[in-house]
């Protein structure tokens, strides 16, 4: 792998690599990355989607590195990690010279809210910190609280500007990063450092993706635009301090007759724009947009420093409503639904959180390949590329087209030694209303035949708390629930006693490291197909098959091939590693697309026979 990364930054030539957990990846990623910076005298972007590998590139292989490379390169490498200005403390804004949208709610005397303790445990650790990394806050806070702290790219007044300005965490990660030979991000700054106009990184020419099968997610999520009650809300309160109380009157009211509607309407995707919906959106964008004229120019923020970063806020807020609204109003200007390139849907309200309306774009692979692909050469590397076999999918959502080479540089495990593929092929096929009895029967068996070590992966979080509550009653071991406490909490408490089994969803199809004995049965109760209602992956499911391909073979199964290769890659994590995947879902052998999804899984032994299979954790339990 280290020569074929060091051959494609040669060559400026793109290069996917499928590379096994245990590989050593990030070495041999780390290692060309490095002599190319030193020979460009250049920084190298590395990109990772967790914290969790942010940490262990900054923490433990990059200063490893550093200190085996040192005396056979120029100079030590310098490495630093850069995030997104809403990561970091902003100084400006704790000195309360900015709004602050919440206060009302977090210090409601009646109530010392959860959040309202956090917000205190910041303000503590803000004296103490020297990087002002949220990251490094530990626990760590909700978003509400760190809200009251923190500032979007957006909203920042530039370090010029700002009175705060030369003791910026975010300039200082900044400056750092600019000195540094390999500088560490995650998905969403690398995303936003190709698309927007200013560089947020610094200057680079090689982009090595870590984690590259959530790239596509991440980026997606960073060009989702939302409009709630909430979001105009936040720009009529910032603006009614600043301009005559009509206008922002006038705004209030076209988000409330939003509101209305959105809270009326039933959520989903949003095929054809009720005139209603739209006169509605036309109302938000123009009060928006008689708001900002209001205002008054921009730069006159010179003039009046007291209320600077009240206006910037202020601006920044109206000018999402106005843009927002226009666009949605835009993704259903074509011709016919076949052109269109945006989707837009409803997501229902859920506690405090109101009815939102967000629009997507159906694809991110021309962005990618026109802004990021473009003048760089991109490593793509993760355990999961390579989905039935072959990288054509993956490369077909990141817009890659003809100069790019795929490797699978494989496993050190020996997976037909080592693992069991085990599918329940008698079981029936899973239905809507739940788990049915059998499954239950099914994951009792199996789950008593490993003495508990159980992860149990599920499709939704229903059926995890479903199944957590039937198979208490059942078996006499610990059985813990995703939600029953942090998720890392969950998992410590997991990997420390064999007997106790952990069930859960999404995050722990990705999240979970557990070698040792701890996890010898991985559970996966269906196969993971996103949900039908799922707006955008059925809008691409559709775009795909109106302009002639297979709509669910390259959206629906190949989100399935990936997730479920992700869940089977939780088993073996160790060299001395043992133990079953068990699907349960029966289609895995038995329908036509079983094919493309049994070659992106790890190459297991496989059986379909449920005797076998407790045989082997049997024993398996025995020896451990
Ligand atoms: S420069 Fe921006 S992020 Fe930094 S303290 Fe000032 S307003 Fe906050």
């Keep these: ?79 630093a990690i850069l995030k997104g200005r809403r990561n970091y403390l902003c100084r400006h804004k704790m000195a309360a010279g900015m709004p ?18 956090m917000v205190q445990r910041i303000q503590e650790w803000a004296s103490e910190t020297e990087t002002g990394d949220r990251d490094e806050l530990v626990p760590g806070v909700n978003d509400q609280a760190w809200r009251q702290f923190s500032v979007h790219a957006k909203e920042c007044l530039g370090a010029q500007r700002c009175p705060s300005g030369m003791e910026c965490f975010a300039e200082l990660a900044r400056e750092r990063a600019g000195q540094a030979d390999v500088v560490v991000t995650n998905h969403a700054l690398l995303a936003i450092d190709a698309m927007e106009d200013f560089p947020v990184l610094p200057e680079h020419d090689v982009v090595v993706v870590d984690e590259a099968h959530e790239l596509v997610d991440r980026v997606t999520s960073v060009v989702t635009d939302e409009l709630s009650e ?57 009060a928006a947009f008689a708001c900002i004229t209001a205002l008054g120019p921009r730069n006159k923020d010179k ?10 806020a202020t601006f920044t807020a109206l000018d999402e409503v106005h843009d927002t609204a226009q666009r949605m109003l835009d993704a259903f200007g074509a011709d016919s639904e076949a052109d269109r390139a945006e989707v837009v849907w409803l997501d229902e309200g859920r506690g405090r959180i109101p009815p939102t309306l967000r629009v997507a774009p159906l694809s991110v692979g021309g962005m990618l390949r026109d802004k990021l692909f473009g003048d760089r050469t991109v490593v793509l590397t993760s355990a999961t590329l390579a989905l039935g076999g072959s990288f054509d999918g993956m490369a077909r959502q990141w817009g890659l087209t003809g100069d790019w080479t795929g490797i699978d540089v494989g496993s ?22 739940g788990l049915p009895e059998a499954y239950l029967t099914e994951i009792t068996e199996l789950i008593e035949a490993a003495g508990g070590r159980t992860l ?21 071991v610990p059985l813990l629930c995703q939600g029953d406490d942090s998720t890392s909490q969950l998992v410590k408490q997991f990997s420390a006693d064999p007997a106790t089994c ?24 269906r196969i993971p197909f996103p949900r039908p209602d799922d707006p955008l992956a059925s809008a691409r499911q559709r775009h795909v098959a109106a302009t002639g391909g297979n709509g669910f073979m390259s959206v629906a199964a190949t989100h399935a091939a990936l997730l479920l290769a992700q869940g089977a890659g939780r088993l073996l994590r160790s060299m001395d590693d043992r133990g079953v995947v068990a699907v349960l879902d029966p289609r895995l052998v038995t329908a036509r697309y079983g094919g493309f999804l049994l070659n992106s899984l790890p190459p297991f032994w496989r059986t379909t026979d449920p005797g076998k299979v407790r045989e082997a954790l049997r024993r398996l339990t025995a020896d451990a």
């Design 1 to 79: 792998m280290a020569r074929a990364v060091r051959d494609a930054v040669e060559a400026k030539e793109h290069l996917a690599v499928q590379a096994g957990t245990g590989t050593g990846k990030s070495l041999a990623y780390l290692i060309p990355a490095i002599r190319h910076a030193a020979d460009s005298d250049g920084a190298v972007v590395v990109s990772t989607a967790t914290i969790a590998l942010q940490r262990q590139l900054v923490d433990r292989d990059l200063p490893r590195l550093a200190d085996a490379l040192e005396g056979l390169l120029p100079h030590r490498p310098e490495f």
């Design 412 to 433: 050190p495990f020996d997976h037909p030694r080592s693992g069991i593929l085990y599918v329940a092929k008698h079981l029936p096929q899973p239905g809507r209303d």
């Design 100 to 117: 602050d949208d919440e206060d009302d709610q977090l210090f409601d005397p009646r109530e010392v809210s959860a959040t309202g303790r």
């Design 230 to 286: 909430g979001t105009v809300g936040v720009a009529v309160r910032r603006v009614g301090r600043l301009i005559e109380q009509g206008l922002a009157d006038r705004l209030q009211e076209a988000g409330e007759d939003l509101a209305a509607l959105l809270a009326a309407a039933p959520p989903g995707r949003v095929d054809d724009l009720p005139q209603s919906l739209a006169l509605t959106l036309a109302l938000v964008r123009d």
């Design 502 to 525: 952990l069930f859960g969803t999404l995050s722990l199809w990705q999240g979970v490291d557990v070698p040792g004995e701890s996890l010898t049965l991985v559970v996966i109760d």
């Design 456 to 476: 149990g992966l599920f499709s939704s979080m229903r059926a995890a708390k479903a199944a957590t509550e039937a198979l208490r009653e059942r078996l006499d």
């Design 303 to 312: 003039d009046d420093p007291e209320n600077a970063g009240l206006r910037k």
